[in-house]
């Protein structure tokens, strides 16, 4: 009995003076001392969330049958894209609380992750078809046309040209994915970016 209760009673001394003496140091540590160490704390896991999706989701997925480099061109790209569109979103104050910065980079970083997922979930089960260039000869060039009178037209509205360029997109989008299908019942060239397929070309 004797042996239960020093075995009871030692972890438990041991406890209470770790609590008593972490107590004690905290009273001598000022409130932003401790905030800056959580930062410092936050930016380690910042780099550990990119770490993981440049390397995790771009490197790792080139060893995929299927996928090959182009999965680290895909990667890149989207990260690039999302966390900058994050800050964006969110010094617009549609998130509510802005918060500190690297608040908003570590919640970007698991945007873009979700963002990956989703995205290799979808292009792994899609299949492109050459839809006789429509969408980039007419297509891409409006979009740059609006990104780039967002940045060199002076007094635009910009709401109004953010919406105009989300429009353009989503019926691209709907108009490829309704090409394709269509095409897709009458079948498509084998090599479907090669010109010479369509074109009678002269020896």
Same mark, same amino acid.
């Given at each position: 009995?004797?042996?239960?209760?020093?075995?009871?009673?030692?972890?438990?001394?041991? !406890?209470?003076?770790?609590?008593?003496?972490?107590?004690?140091?905290?009273?001598? *540590?000022?409130?932003?001392?401790?905030?800056?160490?959580?930062?410092?704390?936050?930016?380690?896991?910042?780099?550990?969330?990119?770490?993981?999706?440049?390397?995790?989701?771009?490197?790792?997925?080139?060893?995929?049958?299927?996928?090959?480099?182009?999965?680290?061109?895909?990667?890149?790209?989207? *990260?690039?894209?999302?966390?900058? !569109?994050?800050?964006?979103?969110?010094?617009?104050?549609?998130?509510?609380?802005?918060?500190?910065? /690297?608040?908003?980079?570590?919640?970007?970083?698991?945007?873009?992750?979700?963002?990956?997922?989703?995205?290799?979930?979808?292009?792994?089960? !899609?299949?492109?078809?050459?839809?006789?260039?429509?969408?980039?000869?007419?297509? /891409?060039?409006?979009?740059?046309?609006? !990104?780039?009178?967002? /940045?060199? *037209?002076?007094?635009?509205?910009?709401?109004?040209?953010?919406?105009?360029?989300?429009?353009?997109?989503?019926?691209?989008?709907?108009?490829? /994915?309704?090409?394709?299908?269509?095409?897709?019942?009458?079948?498509?060239?084998?090599?479907?970016?090669?010109?010479?397929?369509?074109?009678?070309?002269?020896?």
């Amino acid at each position: 009995m004797k042996k239960l209760t020093f075995y009871l009673f030692a972890p438990l001394t041991m !406890l209470l003076l770790f609590i008593v003496s972490g107590n004690v140091s905290a009273q001598g *540590v000022t409130g932003d001392v401790i905030a800056n160490l959580t930062d410092v704390q936050k930016y380690y896991r910042a780099i550990h969330v990119m770490a993981m999706l440049l390397l995790g989701f771009g490197f790792l997925m080139v060893f995929v049958r299927k996928y090959g480099r182009s999965a680290l061109t895909a990667t890149f790209l989207l *990260v690039s894209i999302s966390v900058p !569109l994050y800050y964006f979103l969110s010094n617009s104050g549609i998130f509510g609380d802005k918060g500190s910065e /690297i608040d908003k980079l570590i919640l970007a970083e698991f945007g873009a992750a979700s963002l990956l997922i989703t995205a290799g979930a979808v292009l792994g089960r !899609l299949k492109i078809i050459d839809t006789c260039g429509v969408s980039n000869l007419h297509g /891409i060039p409006g979009l740059f046309g609006g !990104l780039v009178a967002l /940045i060199v *037209v002076s007094g635009i509205n910009y709401p109004a040209q953010l919406s105009g360029i989300g429009l353009t997109i989503v019926i691209a989008i709907i108009a490829g /994915i309704i090409s394709g299908k269509i095409l897709s019942f009458f079948g498509h060239p084998p090599k479907p970016y090669l010109d010479s397929v369509g074109f009678d070309v002269e020896d």
